[in-house]
């Protein structure tokens, strides 16, 4: 496989550290854990849900964290007391910690843990100031508006 230096993106894009670093562990083949199995869904144009497939964990033994732009998720599995020989085992219940990067102005709202599925709800707010908005061109047109406005 090819590698590349993204060292020119750190001289010369300020402010794009974030997105030069994720390129970077991309690159590096950090490939994230595929325990437990999870699925990312979009529900409307601005929210996603994350449902994860928890079997044999209790909410307890569940801790979910949200800062800034990321998501972090951790499964600490406590000890059974009773001692336990299986002929097959196929339900893992081990410990884990999961990460999502999240775009800018997406939000965690909410979480639900139920039949051993971990539901967590996003939704993306993009505040006023940054959206879309319409100018409107000077021209005679909205002279006389401005006139109509100002003489009612």
């Known amino acids: 496989m090819r590698t590349f230096d993204l060292t020119p993106l750190y001289r010369s894009a300020i402010g794009f550290d974030r997105l030069a670093q994720m390129l970077n562990d991309a690159q590096r083949g950090d490939a994230t854990p595929s325990y437990p199995p999870y699925n990312i869904e979009l529900v409307s144009d601005d929210q996603y849900r994350i449902v994860m497939a928890l079997a ?3 909410r307890s033994e569940i801790d979910i964290t949200f800062e800034r732009d990321s998501l972090h998720i951790v499964g600490r599995k406590q000890k059974d007391a009773t001692e336990r020989t299986y002929l097959h ?3 893992a219940a081990r410990d884990f910690e999961q990460r999502f990067q999240l775009a800018n102005h997406v939000k965690v709202t909410g ?7 971990l539901n967590i709800e996003l939704v993306r707010e993009v505040p006023e100031a940054l ?6 061109i000077d021209g005679s047109d909205n002279v ?3 006139e109509q ?3 009612a």
Not at 111 to 117: K, L, P, R, V
Not at 131 to 136: A, T
């Open 56 to 58: 044999g964990f209790d």
């Open 89 to 91: 085992r196929g339900i």
């Open 131 to 136: 959206k879309p908005r319409k100018i409107v």
């Open 111 to 117: 979480a639900s843990f139920d039949n051993g599925m």
């Open 149 to 151: 406005r100002q003489a």
């Open 144 to 146: 006389t508006a401005l």
